[in-house]
């Protein structure tokens, strides 16, 4: 089945690093791919998408870029800032099936992220 | 305009009891799906209902079902509550069914204990 693979944290960094956060996945065709974030006792926000290869997702200085061969979809941020400090999911949705179904979103374990002053 | 809510945002129930939980989507939207986030992990897939229809499962027991009403909400329903069933149930809705380029948007949630 589908699998979603992202590197677990804690990822403390100071204010103003440059951010990566790795993100693979195992899916069978060709996945839409998410970003979203979650902020203390708060539901899931999206942060980012993108829907084929080579596609770049981007919001808020965040990006990601949709890489097919390397089955990857890593977050990268250039200046994190305190308020970037949240639990950060990866996920993908398949396609849609012939007969009208559809699976729901497949999300890594998320990778809490401190962003420290 | 408001997006996904649920009720109640807070539950606390013992075992072996029932649950109903609530979920009104973004207007306009006609798709529901529902997920189980237990703590310090991921969310997983239970449901997903568009056009009032069951459109796609997860791996849950049968005591997990739901139902999506003509307005477009939603309820899942837990029978036979088990200490593991303890977790944040999210509800995201998408303007029609999710898959390829839609966007599911979630709402915050409600906290089940069960004790």
């Known amino acids: 089945g589908d699998s979603v693979t992202q590197m677990e944290g804690p990822v403390t960094l100071s204010e103003e690093a440059f951010l990566t956060i790795n993100c693979t996945y195992t899916a069978t065709g060709y996945p839409s791919l998410f970003w979203y974030v979650q902020y203390p006792g708060e539901g899931l926000q999206l942060l980012l998408k993108a829907t084929k290869a080579d596609d770049k997702g981007s919001n808020k200085g965040f990006e990601a870029t949709y890489r097919k061969e390397t089955t990857s979809f890593h977050l990268e941020k250039g200046s994190v800032q305190v308020s970037d400090s949240a639990v950060y999911f990866c996920?993908?949705?398949?396609?849609?099936?012939?007969?009208?179904?559809?699976?729901?979103?497949?999300f890594g374990k998320g990778t809490h992220l401190i962003i420290q002053p | 305009d408001a997006g996904v809510t649920q009720s109640p945002t807070h539950l606390i129930k013992t075992r072996g009891q029932h649950v109903t939980l609530r979920c009104s989507p973004i207007?306009?939207?006609?798709?529901v799906s529902w997920y189980q986030q237990v703590l310090g992990q991921g969310p997983q897939f239970i449901f997903q209902y568009y056009e009032k229809e069951e459109r796609g499962r997860g791996n849950f027991p049968d005591r997990f079902s739901a139902r999506q009403f003509p307005n477009y909400s939603s309820e899942l329903n837990v029978n036979a509550l088990l200490l593991g069933d303890s977790a944040l149930y999210l509800c995201?809705?998408?303007?029609?069914?999710?898959?390829?380029?839609?966007?599911?948007?979630f709402g915050p949630g409600t906290r089940l204990l069960v004790l």
């Open positions: 996920a993908l949705i398949g396609r849609m099936y012939s007969g009208g179904g559809a699976d729901g979103l497949t």
């Open positions: 995201a809705s998408s303007s029609s069914i999710a898959g390829g380029q839609e966007t599911q948007y």
């Open positions: 207007s306009g939207h006609k798709s």
